[in-house]
């Protein structure tokens, strides 16, 4: 009896220190959002949050309004729903709300990366110098023939040329673009290597394949890996896949690359002369695979799906796609040489502009985090301030919160080809909010000091490929009638949604 007493009290105590750190007991103290930590310790909302993330981020601000701090895993994050307020969070100091401690954490956890002291500095000045400018114009060409080895390669070669080929249209688009993209930024086979440049452009298509067919097994996962809910078969799973993907990308394949882009040398070169270990070079090689291949393809997906099911878009698209090719002076002439689709071009196509930020607005949904790095007052449009507590998450959602906000952007759910078009056919950036003009009207980019380096090179490949499409092939929906499918929930916050299911389409060379 003695002892029983102490042990229970011991007990007791370690139960409420662990609720405690748990953080059962967080109250709301005032001046704070409205705090809702969900009913398991720890955890909080986290399953309904990943089961479907704008449905439970709109339960909430219907329950609290627009700002809340809900419990997810561990973290106390604070979602800001009011657009007009975005500028807050974006514009904060870094001191702040800081993009970098965050992202650090989560790329150890997804891709076992070690990030090195001052690693978004390098990467910063690496993606300005190779994603921006000249190095853009660069990669742009790059892009266009790697674009035409994978799509072009049998045109002229003989064969039944004008035979109907079937496939899925999004796995079609995701592997083209993919592997065009893949090829551009990290290189194409020597051909000294491979004896001979034709043989070295075979290679590249058979090589960029096996990748891709990889890659898209991992990607499948990608969304219960960033969670941590794979089960111990999938684990496995990963880790294997993993395991050759770090292998494809290692320094031994990529330095008997030729023509790999600045960007990937030099992201790979700086670390090297820092001292990072080769393993650790490699699954940062994985990293840049992934942020820059994972979105374009399924992004490249809808915007042909939307093309397809409109008409009128597609007729205006084609109209200017051939407006661009004559203004070039060119034009094609059966057996004579593939047309050049250069940098300026892509500069003249203000409705495939529109037409794809359109798709990028029904499609892209990231969920942009900063983590808090000390106590803060955030400052919302209207007047309103609230203490966000150091240690927390800050959180916007852009895709329900202003993409399909029926204020902001009417009939928020249709695909209007032109809705980013001015009548003078300039680029429309009027969009208003309660009477006020909004400043981040869509954000599928991200924001401030994380928005995405890559989004111009990013925004060519897209176009680039339409173009190849609708220059060079006739293609139609094996069911014209089917409807749109749905968005896979399950990947909300991960940038460009997915389908739940592949729709069917064939295609043909049109020369
Ligand atoms: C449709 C295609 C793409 C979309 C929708 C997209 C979207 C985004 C978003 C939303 C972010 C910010 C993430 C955050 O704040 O949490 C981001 C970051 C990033 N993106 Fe993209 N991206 C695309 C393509 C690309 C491409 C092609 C590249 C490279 C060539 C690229 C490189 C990066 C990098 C390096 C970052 C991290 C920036 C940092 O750490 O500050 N992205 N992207």
């Known amino acids: 009896m003695g002892l029983l007493v102490p042990i229970l009290l011991a007990l007791l105590a370690s139960l409420f220190g662990g609720l405690y750190l748990l953080g059962a007991f967080r109250k709301q103290r005032p001046g704070e959002p409205p705090l809702d930590r969900g009913s398991i310790p720890w955890f909080g909302h986290v399953l309904e949050f990943r089961r479907d993330t704008a449905k439970f981020l ?59 002291e001052n690693e978004s500095k390098f990467s910063h000045d690496s993606n ?65 290597e491979a004896g001979s440049t034709e043989k070295s452009f075979e290679m590249d298509r058979i090589q960029s394949d096996e990748l891709f067919k990889e890659f898209r097994k991992y990607d499948q996962y990608f969304p219960k890996q960033a969670y941590g809910v794979l089960s111990p078969r999938e684990r496995i799973e990963v880790k294997k896949l993993l395991g050759m993907l770090w292998k494809m990308l290692s320094l031994q394949v990529l330095k008997n690359k030729d023509n790999p882009s600045g960007w990937v040398h030099e992201l790979q070169q700086t670390r090297e002369e820092l001292g990072m270990k080769e393993f650790m070079q490699e699954r940062y090689m994985f990293l840049i695979l992934w942020a820059s291949q994972g979105n374009t393809g399924p992004a490249a997906f809808w915007l042909l799906l939307y093309l397809m099911k409109n008409p009128e878009a597609m007729a205006a698209v084609r109209g200017e796609v051939d407006r661009v090719v004559k203004e070039s002076g060119q034009e094609v002439v059966l057996g004579g040489p593939i047309v050049n689709l ?43 301030a609230y203490q966000i507590r150091q240690g927390d998450r800050l959180s916007l959602f852009p895709y329900t919160v202003v993409h399909i906000d029926s204020e902001v952007h009417p009939d928020p759910l249709s695909f209007k080809y032109d809705r980013f078009l001015n009548p003078d056919g300039s680029k429309k950036t009027d969009f208003y909010k309660n009477g006020k003009k909004l400043r981040y009207y869509t954000m599928p980019w991200g924001a401030g000091v994380s928005k995405c380096p890559g989004r111009f090179f990013a925004m060519n490949e897209m176009k680039q490929f339409v173009f190849f499409m609708i220059f060079y092939f006739d293609f139609e929906l094996k069911n014209p009638n089917e409807e749109i499918p749905d968005i896979d929930v399950k990947r909300w916050g991960f940038g460009v949604m997915q389908p739940t299911r592949d729709v069917g389409f064939r295609y043909r060379l049109r020369f």
């Open 128 to 192: 300005n110098r190779h994603l921006m400018g000249d190095g853009l114009v660069l990669l742009t060409e790059s892009m266009t023939k790697n674009l035409q080895n994978l799509m072009l390669h049998s045109a002229g070669k003989g064969g039944d040329q004008k035979a109907w080929s079937e496939d899925g249209l999004f796995m079609y688009s995701y592997n083209i673009v993919f592997r065009a993209g893949y090829l551009s930024l990290f290189g194409n086979v020597s051909s000294r």
């Open 342 to 384: 250069t940098y300026d071009m892509l500069k003249k196509t203000p409705i495939l502009d529109s037409a794809l930020e359109e798709t990028l607005r029904l499609s892209v949904a990231p969920v942009l985090t900063r983590a808090v790095m000390e106590n803060m007052n955030l400052k919302m449009a209207d007047g309103r």
């Open 58 to 116: 709109e339960r909430m601000k219907q329950k609290h309004g627009d700002i809340f701090t809900v419990q997810l895993g561990g973290y106390y994050f604070t979602f800001l729903m009011d657009s007009l307020s975005f500028g807050a969070v974006v514009k904060e100091a870094r001191t702040k709300l800081d993009f970098t401690a965050f992202a650090i954490k989560l790329v150890v956890r997804v891709f076992s990366y070690i990030s090195m």
